[in-house]
Structures are given as C-alpha cells and as structure tokens.
C-alpha cells in the first residue's frame, strides 16, 4: 500500500454531500423491499400501548437492519445510514436514540410476533428462488451459542456452563445454505436444551409452511439428546441425528460390539479411525421409548501421546432414526460442524454484540440479526455461482461496501460507482436478479 504521495500530507475534509457510503447496500435493501418486510413488521409487530416508540416499526427495524448489512454491531451505528448523501438514497431511517427507545418498547409478546414476520419473510424468499430446492431432501442443524457480555447491568446475561457472563439463544441453520430457520434468546444460565422441544417443533413447521416437501432430518450434539427434542422430531416427521455423551448403557452398547463389527474410515493416521453400529434403547421405560441405530466412530491415540502407551479409543457415538449406510450417515453427522459457520457469520456481524440492557430489546436484536443474516444469505444466492457459498463479510466488504456519487437527472436518482470495481458482475447479477422477483401479494 505504497504511493508517490505524502499520504499525511493529503489534506482531509468531510464536507461532500453527494457521497453515499455503503451505496452497494442497495441490493439487500432492494430485496428487502421486494419480499415487503417493513410493511410486514408494521403489519405484525404491536408495541405495548403505553411504549414509547411504538408507531413506524418497519422503518426502525429495516433502520436496523441496513446498519447490521454494512457491519454495525450497535445501535449507535445506525447513524452510518445517516452520512452523507445516504440519507437520500434510503430515505426512511432513524436516529440512534429512536432506535434505543424503540427497541426497549419490546415485552416477549412483541418478541414473538416478530418471529410470525421472520416466518412468513422466508417463505417468501423461498418461493422467489432464493432458498433450496423445496422437493428435496433438507438437513437443519440445532446448536446454541454463547453471547458474551461485560458487567452486571444487562437483564438476563448470567454465567452458564462455559463461565462466560452473556447470553445463551438457540438456532436452527439450514444446511447448504446458511440460512437462519429460526432463534430465541434465553438467559445465560439456560441449559444447552432448556426449550428444544417446543422450538424443534416451531423450526419444522417453518420449514413446511415455506414450501419444503421433501424429508427432513435434525443434526445435533449431545447437550440436545433428550425426549424433547426425539419426540418433536417425530410429531412432524423429521429423522434425527443426534451426539449421546458415553454414558454407563451407551459404554456397554458399545463394549458389546464385536471387534469383526468395526470398519476402518479415511482418516488423516492410517487405520486411526474405525465404525460400528449396534442399536440401542432409548428413553427406556417411558412413552417415548424406542429402538435406534446407535452409530459409534473410535479413534485411536495419536503415535507419542501417553495414550498411545496402551490402546485407549476416543468414542464418538450418535443416535439415530435414519435409514441408509452406516459410514454415510456418521461421515454426514460429523458435518453438524457446518453449523459454526452460520454463527460465526452471525457474530462477524450484528450479533457481535448484544447491545442493550433489557432482555426482551436483546432478543428483538437477535431476531434482526437473523433477518439481516438472511438477507445478506439470499443477496449472495441471487448473485449466482461462487457467491451463494461467500460468507457475509465477503458480501460487506466486495458488495455492501461500495460507496457512489449521488446524481439526479431527469427525476431519476442514479448512482455512479467507482469505475472498474472488481466484483461488479457480481453487482449486477444480483440486482437483476432482485429486479425480478415479483412484488408479494
């Protein structure tokens, strides 16, 4: 980054007026006016009569939103949609403390309607293209997350089991494509599956509701085992996948596999790595029982360990209701991982904080989170090729990020971006790609 100038020397003024920073934000906002989401919040999202800040809902929430697009992890970075002249370009924004205001108007009532507007938002994406193929077969990952926070002031924010003050919401991803299916905020002393019942059933028939006829399965590790989680994934048909941690009858299942029974797998040491499978009775003695496959990977100690003095296997087992070969179906339960990359975006993004001390703000937050994480998801999709796979740091910083010069001719507002911009195909497939999705009905 060298130049013939004097960089320090250059002199610096913030007087221009027709500069639109993040002018590459118009994409995701234009989709964000084709799937019609601020009228849905306006539609679906009622305030307590007595909060303040109750009326315009849409327009703080896609205020929000637009900020999170271009990196804003704050409430305090809305006003970067207020700079220059980008306030002429996206004309319905509103100031930091409307938004505090606003969002400290949220009750959990308030908090779940906007989940109704994260539902039917992407059924909408989904029947404009922009989702998966709705006739086959769908794998979600359920994990949760730790959102770490700093003093005592914020309502909620506890110490869990990690001994990280924060909170402690829960997600369902969608695998392939990144997406957020679903989340909810919880305390940080919640339990990994306190609410995984009722919230495996909610994420299921969002994925039904959004168009999706083809099977389902649930992958999930072994804080999420429970009767719960078993019992909603058959009330709506879905297989499941799920880690059990070696308890005394899963050791004994698995000490009970013949040694003939193993199978080694490709594994960085040669014949590191071996499967089994046997089956196993779960939730024994209850309504809930039931006869599963349970599928077990056992890994030898690496070569100088002090493990290595004696063969002591590392086991790795997971319980099951899905039919098929035993090494694809423990090959496709180890990519559960894929679901760190969601979160990983999330917290690259508008999660990166939890910006405010009441709960039920903090949830709000987390729900727009999601929205613009999935804004930003079918933005990259409708941009094509190589792109659907980009993380959203990829799509802020060679997309969102563009800035432009405002001109105005012939009542047409036009913006004039940087000539030879290296990802303006990209630009442009999306926008047209945008341009033609119907507007909803």
Not at 125 to 139: E, H, K
Not at 167 to 179: D, I, K, M, S
Not at 419 to 437: E, G, K, M, S, V
């Amino acid at each position: 980054m060298r130049s013939s100038h004097n960089l320090a020397r250059v002199e610096t003024t913030f007087d221009d007026d027709s500069v639109v920073p993040n002018a590459g934000l118009q994409a995701p906002a234009a989709l964000a006016q084709k799937l019609g989401i601020a009228e849905l919040v306006d539609a679906r999202v009622k305030l307590r009569a007595d909060a303040a800040g109750r009326a315009h809902c849409g327009v703080k929430a896609m205020t929000v939103v637009g900020a999170m697009l271009t990196g804003g992890d704050s409430i305090d970075d809305c006003d970067v949609l207020r700079a220059g002249a980008a306030g002429k370009v996206f004309t319905q924004t509103r100031a930091p403390s409307t938004i505090g205001t606003w969002l400290r108007g949220f009750n959990w009532a308030a908090v779940r309607m906007f989940d109704a507007v994260g539902r039917i938002v992407l059924a909408r994406a989904w029947a404009a293209g922009l989702g998966p193929d709705l006739d086959a077969d769908l794998t979600i990952d359920v994990d949760s997350t730790i959102c770490q926070t700093y003093g005592t002031a914020k309502q909620g924010a506890r110490f869990g089991y990690t001994k990280v003050r924060g909170y402690h919401p829960l997600l369902a991803t969608l695998v392939g494509t990144g997406e957020v299916l679903h989340a909810r905020m919880r305390g940080g002393n919640a339990s990994s599956a306190r609410g995984v019942g009722t919230f495996i059933r909610e994420t299921l028939r969002r994925v039904r509701d959004a168009g999706a006829t083809g099977g389902l399965t649930v992958r999930a590790d072994s804080a999420f085992y429970s009767r719960a989680l078993v019992s909603g994934c058959a009330a709506h048909g879905a297989r499941f996948s799920v880690t059990v941690r070696l308890l005394k009858p899963i050791r004994a299942a698995i000490e009970a596999i013949p040694e003939c029974a193993w199978v080694p797998i490709e594994y960085w040491m040669d014949g590191g790595a071996d499967v089994a499978e046997t089956t196993y009775t779960a939730f024994k003695g209850t309504r809930d029982e039931r006869e599963l496959r349970l599928i077990v990977r056992r890994v030898r100690p690496t070569p100088g360990s002090q493990l290595a003095l004696d063969v002591v296997f590392d086991y790795h087992p997971f319980l099951t209701d899905r039919p098929g070969d035993m090494l694809a179906l423990e090959a496709d339960h180890r990519r559960h991982a894929v679901v760190e990359l969601g979160i990983r975006d999330l917290k690259a993004g508008g999660l990166a904080h939890v910006p405010s001390g009441k709960f039920f703000a903090n949830a709000a937050w987390l729900a727009l989170a999601c929205l613009a994480h999935n804004i930003a998801r079918w933005t990259l999709r409708a941009a094509g090729g190589q792109w659907a796979d980009a993380t959203a740091e990829t799509l802020r910083c060679k997309i969102v990020a563009m800035p432009a010069r405002l001109v105005r001719t012939a009542r047409t507002i036009k913006l004039r971006f940087p000539r030879n911009w290296p990802w303006r195909d990209a630009y442009d497939a999306a926008l047209a790609t945008i341009r033609a999705i119907p507007a909803p009905t």
